[in-house]
Nanobody, 121 residues
C-alpha cells in the first residue's frame, strides 16, 4: 500500500510558476513509477508528466519545455515544476504511482487527493 499527498497548488497569474509536491509513504514507495495527471471541470483526466524509478521522464506535448517532473527518492517525494503557466493549465492536479511507466490513468494503482491549480489571465 502506498499513500500519496499532494501540495503546492494555488492561484497564479498567466506566465507565473508553481511547484507541486507529492509525498509518498508506504512499502517500497521509492520504487514506483510516478505520474502527474490533471482534470479540468467537465473533462477527462489527462496525463501530464511521468518519471520512472531511475529518473527517465516523459511529458504530454502541450507542457514540454514548460513543466519539469523530478523525484527525490531519499525523501520519497515527486515534484512538478510548472513554469509559464497558461489559463488552459487550470485543473485539479493528481499524482499517482504505478508499477510500470504509463500515460494511462488505469495503469496507476495509487492516487493522491489532488490539488487545485488556477491560472488567471
Amino acid at each position: 500500500q502506498v499513500q500519496l499527498v499532494e501540495s503546492g497548488g494555488g492561484l497564479v497569474q498567466a506566465g507565473g510558476s508553481l511547484r507541486l509536491s507529492c509525498a509518498a509513504s508506504g512499502r517500497s514507495a521509492s520504487t514506483y513509477n510516478m505520474g502527474w495527471f490533471r482534470q479540468a471541470p467537465g473533462k477527462e483526466r489527462e496525463f501530464v508528466a511521468g518519471i520512472t524509478g531511475n529518473g527517465s521522464t516523459y511529458y504530454r506535448t502541450s507542457v514540454k519545455g514548460r513543466f519539469t517532473i523530478s523525484r527525490d527518492n531519499a525523501k520519497n517525494t515527486a515534484y512538478l515544476q510548472m513554469n509559464n503557466l497558461k489559463p488552459e493549465d487550470t485543473a485539479v492536479y493528481y499524482c499517482a504511482a504505478a508499477m510500470t511507466p504509463s500515460t494511462v490513468p488505469a495503469a496507476y494503482d495509487y492516487w493522491g487527493q489532488g490539488t487545485q491549480v488556477t491560472v488567471y489571465s
